[in-house]
T-cell receptor, first 117, second 112 residues
Framework: ETGVTQTPRHLVMGMTNKKSLKCEQHLGHNAMYWYKQSAKKPLELMFVYNFKEQTENNSVPSRFSPECPNSSHLFLHLHTLQPEDSALYLC????????????????FGPGTRLTVL | SQKIEQNSEALNIQEGKTATLTCNYT??????LQWYRQDPGRGPVFLLL?????KEKRKERLKVTFDTTLKQSLFHITASQPADSATYLCALLMDSSYKLIFGSGTRLLVRP
């Protein structure tokens, strides 16, 4: 295990539902990330948090709302999603500023497989 | 436009042979390049990092090269084993950035 856990592992939701994905890291890292991985496409960075502050929002639609209450926990709140949002959502963490850019390798969780009906 | 290309076709090799995977990029000047392994249904796992001023990096049976002139990285697995079968992702990191940009990955199949 990488020290990054994600729940739930699988989620099926309707377009009108509201749900949340949870990520927790036990590595003492300072930076956390949300990625989207669709079939046959590269990993797409969605959000970056460094020391609980959002430093990157990669033009993500507002139906995805991140929350980082502390450096160990990251949430992704979902509402009124579209079928094309079905994908594997991956959380990652890294040392962040403490590790220095470039040397900052990322540790990924197992992902949440999301299906939007 | 900026692009990272990895061979989308699976690489199928015999156990014991050397696997070589390619990562090409255009319109980037990365300071660092990383390789990750991803198994089905799981998140990527970091393997190796190489800096722009390094030509080659090794770790056990793994070797990575980085040619900033050709804008290419090669990833080699020597004495390949069926357990090496997975998808391998390359990722670029710009200087002073935490934003990893990933390729689509190449699937490696090692036949016993």
């Amino acid at each position: 295990e990488t020290g990054v856990t994600q729940t739930p592992r699988h989620l099926v939701m309707g377009m009108t539902n509201k749900k949340s994905l949870k990520c927790e890291q036990h590595l003492g890292h300072n930076a956390m990330y949300w990625y989207k991985q669709s079939a046959k496409k590269p990993l797409e960075l969605m959000f970056v948090y460094n020391f609980k502050e959002q430093t990157e929002n990669n033009s993500v639609p507002s139906r995805f709302s991140p929350e980082c209450p502390n450096s160990s926990h990251l949430f992704l709140h979902l509402h009124t999603l579209q079928p094309e949002d079905s994908a594997l959502y991956l959380c990652a963490s890294s040392l962040g500023l403490a590790g220095g850019p470039g040397t900052d390798t990322q540790y990924f969780g197992p992902g949440t497989r999301l299906t939007v009906l | 436009s900026q692009k990272i290309e990895q061979n989308s076709e699976a690489l199928n090799i015999q156990e014991g042979k050397t696997a070589t995977l390619t990562c090409n990029y255009t319109n980037y000047s990365p300071a660092y390049l990383q390789w990750y392994r991803q198994d089905p249904g799981r998140g990527p796992v970091f393997l190796l990092l190489i800096r722009e001023n390094e030509k080659e990096k090794r770790k056990e049976r793994l070797k990575v090269t980085f040619d900033t002139t050709l804008k290419q990285s090669l990833f080699h697995i020597t004495a390949s084993q069926p357990a090496d079968s997975a998808t391998y992702l390359c990722a670029l990191l710009m200087d002073s950035s935490y934003k990893l940009i990933f390729g689509s990955g190449t699937r490696l199949l090692v036949r016993p």
